[in-house]
């Protein structure tokens, strides 16, 4: 890849990493916190020249600290690293007292893991570090000078 392109990818990760980190901090400052319970998981499985992947989706019911109408946040498609969930499990789900149905579980890895990784990203594209020589990404952090 480019330098000029590694720096604008850089620069978009950089934006990026800024606007999830507000969107973070506002959930943190302003938020509430209620548990819910999770009602379904989806299940997912795919075969590819790679292998079988297994992905799973959990949909958690929730209702805000004022009552009312209860809600349903479902979570993204993952692998069992991350929120792996089962039919019944409570689950503390943050979200803004204004915005009730704008919610995500209640994590604070999951919160600041895509700002972390989108700024390392942006800073790996500005400093020129993000590259590709063939059709493949490469991606290097630091590389020892002895190299």
């Known amino acids: 890849m480019g330098t000029a392109l590694s720096r604008l990818v850089g620069v978009g990760?950089?934006?990026?990493a800024l606007y999830c980190a507000q969107r973070t901090l506002e959930f943190r400052?302003?938020?509430?916190?209620?548990?819910?319970?999770?009602?379904?998981?989806?299940?997912?499985?795919?075969?590819?020249?790679?292998?079988?992947?297994h992905e799973e989706r959990s949909e958690v019911r929730y209702t805000p600290k004022a009552g009312g109408k209860s809600f349903v946040l479902k979570s993204n498609w993952n692998g069992a690293l991350f929120g792996r969930h089962d039919v019944g499990d409570a689950v503390d789900v943050r979200y803004l007292p204004a915005r009730p149905a704008d919610a995500r579980e209640d994590s604070l890895l999951l919160d600041w893991l895509l700002p972390l990784l989108l700024l390392a990203l942006g800073i790996a594209g500005v400093t020129g570090r993000l590259r590709s020589d063939r059709h493949d990404w490469e991606f290097t952090l630091w590389r020892d000078r002895r190299e």
Do not use: F, N, Q, W
């Open 29 to 53: 400052r302003h938020g509430e916190v209620v548990s819910g319970k999770v009602v379904a998981v989806d299940l997912r499985v795919t075969a590819s020249r790679d292998g079988i992947d």
């Open 13 to 16: 990760c950089l934006l990026g």
